[in-house]
């Protein structure tokens, strides 16, 4: 049976993934990007409720545009492309 940190570690590879492919990041990059933003540190039900309520490639997109909280407006990102959707 999966563990709650199996879940979340495939949870954030899949963000990892997603910077990867949808951001053109290296593996690397993507890993320090999530790292460092911390989204991937759950330490309440609350936390992990926030978290998985929206999807990888929602969370790849928050960090790769910062600046622009409403980037989930620009048609060209959102809705996610049919490849991720269809997955």
Known sequence: MKTMNDILGV???????????????DESVA????SGSKICEVNSE???????HETPYYWAMTLLYPDNPYWYQDSKLWPPPKEYLDK
Request: charged fraction near 25%.
């Open 46 to 52: 609350m936390q992990e409720n926030l978290l998985f």
């Open 31 to 34: 890993k320090e990007m999530v």
């Open 11 to 25: 949870f954030c590879q899949e963000i990892v993934e997603c910077l990867v492919k949808y951001g053109s990041l």
